[in-house]
């Protein structure tokens, strides 16, 4: 493994393979009557984020904690970054307190990686711009996996606003190394343009691309990015390429049906799909905390010299 | 080993490891038969034991512990693993390595006899780690120790409750423990560690 998680593109298979048998057995520890570790005693895990998340924030947190680790959590809104601190100073800042790891969300590509070079300890990307999400990647094909036994083969179809997804490019990454085929399903003006020299096949056709997949993946539409007309109406767009009940039964009997959340319930996908026994959106947020527990582990439970 | 003797798969894998076998398979076979009745001796029929092996080579040896006390009592026996790897105080000085599998029977470990069975007692660091994870199982009633070797030079205060041969060694060599179920046969090698042979 390297020193840090920066994108799914830097694991090797094994290494991807590490991270999800470590996490399987990390997943155990959440149905047990003291569900702590000890592992992780006297190091320190930094959540630093520029951008504002829940859920990913809380996972990171959970599973620092789970690993006995100590945990500071640094959000730009009211900070020194708000007075106009640059990223270096902010990482000399974490460098000077002693941060074990460092996992960063920022809303501008490339951050973390700039990250790397000045910090000493570990890089974790919690998600950069539209760039990559690797933890999210690692989590999804984590609960492929748990719900269907294999991920060789599998074929899996991503469907919506691609150009923005940090999600979608870490799991096209990831899947393509552990042997999965993966579709992208979105209308052409949501597809990034090198998107014919990713290791993957696009379609513009959902209810073709369906009957013909595992899994479907539904991302959500950034309602906040899209003030450049990518669609002419939401309702069209829920149209065409949203996941109805209608649309689920194109699936084949075993498919399941992700969403990263948070979803539109009503636009991306419906709402009795959402909470139908295919879905795996709830499943997938407790598989992060014991992803991201592995990840941790994996990074910071070795020797410093290895590191 | 003698180039003469008849090269058997046994033979090979000793001189392999660099060492002379200690125990064969029959002595392996009686040694576990011998500890599964002191067992039974030892808790009242073998009731509300269970039998957690620490990964690797603990587990087939449980596994083979409870066949026998079923064998003799009649009712089965249950058997687990127990991963320690979290709970090592050597964590730090290697790289991150590989989790084993823990798998605690049915019915937990609440107020029932633990033995934790492992392959080889050294330091007792691995039991150390055994018992902290066990704490963070469940309350065991009791909790016993059965190795198939016990070589000494402990660095904590730790005993086992059950030896299936005692093996006064010296730091510069190395037991190396082999069973049928993860290495193809049954056989206890001792030899000369690198360690050893980088200060030879």
Same mark, same amino acid.
């Given at each position: 493994?390297?020193?840090?998680?920066?994108?799914?593109?830097?694991?090797?298979?094994?290494?991807?393979?590490?991270?999800?048998?470590?996490? =399987?057995?990390?997943?155990?520890?959440?149905?047990?009557?003291?569900?702590?570790?000890?592992?992780?005693?006297?190091?320190?895990?930094?959540?630093?984020?520029?951008?504002?998340?829940?859920?990913?924030?809380?996972?990171? =947190?959970?599973?620092?904690?789970?690993?006995?680790?100590?945990?500071?959590?640094?959000?730009?809104?009211?900070?020194?970054?708000?007075?106009? !601190?640059?990223?270096?100073? @902010?990482?000399?800042?974490?460098?000077?307190?002693?941060?074990?790891?460092?996992?960063?969300?920022?809303?501008?590509?490339?951050?973390?990686?700039?990250?790397?070079?000045?910090?000493?300890?570990?890089?974790?990307?919690? +998600?950069?711009?539209?760039? !990559?999400?690797? @933890?999210?990647?690692?989590?999804?094909?984590?609960?492929?996996?748990?719900?269907?036994?294999?991920? !060789?083969?599998?074929?899996?179809?991503?469907?919506?606003?691609?150009?923005?997804?940090?999600?979608?490019?870490?799991?096209?990454?990831?899947?393509?190394?552990?042997?999965?085929?993966?579709?992208?399903?979105?209308?052409?003006?949501?597809?990034?343009?090198?998107?014919?020299?990713?290791?993957? =096949?696009?379609?513009?056709?959902?209810?073709?691309?369906?009957?013909?997949?595992?899994?479907?993946?539904?991302?959500?539409?950034?309602?906040?990015?899209?003030?450049?007309?990518?669609?002419?109406?939401?309702?069209? %767009?829920?149209?065409?390429?949203?996941?109805?009940?209608?649309?689920?039964?194109?699936?084949?009997?075993?498919?399941?049906?992700?969403?990263?959340?948070?979803?539109?319930?009503?636009?991306?996908?419906?709402?009795?799909?959402?909470?139908?026994?295919?879905?795996?959106?709830? !499943?997938?947020?407790?598989?992060?905390?014991?992803?991201?527990?592995?990840?941790? %582990?994996?990074?910071? +439970? +070795?020797?410093?010299?290895?590191? | 080993?003698?180039?003469?003797?008849?090269?058997?798969?046994?033979?090979?894998?000793?001189?392999?490891?660099?060492?002379?076998?200690?125990?064969?398979?029959?002595?392996?076979?009686?040694?576990?038969?011998?500890?599964?009745?002191?067992?039974? $001796?030892?808790?009242?029929?073998?009731?509300?034991?269970?039998?957690?092996?620490?990964?690797?080579?603990?587990?087939?040896?449980?596994?083979?512990?409870?066949?026998?006390?079923?064998?003799?009592?009649?009712?089965?026996?249950?058997?687990?693993?127990?991963?320690?790897?979290?709970?090592?105080?050597?964590?730090?000085?290697?790289?991150?390595?590989?989790?084993?599998?823990?798998?605690?029977?049915?019915?937990?470990?609440?107020?029932?006899?633990?033995?934790?069975?492992?392959?080889?007692?050294?330091?007792?660091?691995?039991?150390?780690?055994?018992?902290?994870?066990?704490?963070?199982?469940?309350?065991?009633?009791?909790?016993?120790?059965?190795?198939?070797?016990?070589?000494?030079?402990?660095?904590?205060?730790?005993?086992?409750?059950?030896?299936?041969?005692?093996?006064?060694?010296?730091?510069?060599?190395?037991?190396?423990?082999?069973?049928?179920?993860?290495?193809?046969?049954?056989?206890?090698?001792?030899? $000369?560690?690198?360690?050893?042979?980088?200060?030879?």
């Amino acid at each position: 493994m390297n020193r840090h998680l920066l994108s799914t593109t830097d694991l090797s298979r094994d290494d991807a393979l590490l991270i999800l048998d470590t996490a =399987e057995e990390l997943a155990q520890v959440a149905d047990r009557p003291i569900r702590k570790l000890p592992t992780l005693r006297g190091r320190t895990v930094v959540n630093l984020f520029f951008e504002d998340s829940t859920r990913t924030r809380i996972s990171f =947190e959970a599973a620092a904690k789970r690993l006995s680790a100590d945990v500071i959590n640094f959000s730009a809104k009211g900070s020194s970054v708000a007075k106009g !601190e640059s990223l270096k100073d @902010t990482a000399l800042t974490l460098e000077a307190m002693g941060a074990d790891a460092v996992v960063v969300r920022h809303s501008a590509s490339g951050a973390p990686h700039r990250l790397a070079g000045w910090v000493r300890g570990s890089v974790v990307n919690a +998600g950069d711009g539209a760039h !990559e999400h690797p @933890t999210q990647a690692l989590l999804d094909a984590f609960t492929m996996r748990r719900r269907l036994g294999r991920l !060789e083969g599998l074929r899996v179809a991503i469907v919506g606003d691609v150009l923005h997804s940090r999600v979608a490019r870490s799991n096209v990454g990831l899947l393509r190394t552990l042997g999965a085929e993966v579709t992208l399903v979105a209308p052409p003006t949501l597809l990034p343009v090198a998107v014919a020299s990713w290791p993957c =096949e696009v379609s513009y056709d959902l209810n073709a691309v369906l009957p013909k997949s595992d899994v479907v993946m539904m991302l959500r539409v950034q309602q906040e990015r899209m003030n450049a007309a990518y669609f002419p109406t939401i309702r069209e %767009y829920s149209r065409r390429y949203g996941l109805d009940s209608g649309r689920m039964a194109l699936l084949p009997e075993h498919a399941i049906v992700m969403h990263p959340g948070p979803m539109n319930r009503g636009i991306e996908i419906g709402a009795d799909v959402a909470d139908s026994v295919r879905s795996t959106i709830v !499943e997938q947020v407790g598989n992060g905390v014991s992803v991201r527990m592995a990840v941790l %582990y994996l990074l910071l +439970g +070795g020797s410093e010299a290895q590191r | 080993m003698h180039a003469s003797k008849p090269a058997g798969a046994a033979t090979v894998s000793a001189k392999a490891a660099g060492g002379k076998i200690v125990l064969g398979e029959p002595e392996i076979r009686r040694a576990l038969t011998r500890i599964a009745h002191e067992i039974l $001796e030892r808790t009242d029929g073998g009731t509300d034991v269970v039998l957690l092996g620490i990964p690797t080579r603990g587990v087939p040896l449980a596994r083979r512990l409870a066949e026998r006390l079923a064998q003799v009592e009649g009712r089965p026996a249950s058997a687990g693993s127990l991963d320690i790897t979290m709970y090592r105080d050597d964590l730090r000085l290697r790289p991150a390595r590989a989790l084993g599998h823990t798998d605690v029977p049915p019915g937990g470990i609440d107020g029932r006899v633990v033995i934790l069975v492992d392959d080889v007692l050294y330091s007792g660091r691995t039991v150390r780690a055994a018992l902290d994870a066990l704490g963070d199982l469940g309350r065991p009633r009791a909790v016993q120790l059965a190795v198939l070797v016990d070589r000494g030079h402990r660095e904590l205060p730790i005993r086992a409750d059950y030896v299936g041969k005692n093996l006064p060694t010296s730091q510069r060599e190395m037991v190396k423990v082999l069973l049928e179920e993860v290495d193809g046969q049954d056989a206890v090698i001792l030899g $000369e560690s690198d360690e050893g042979k980088a200060r030879a």
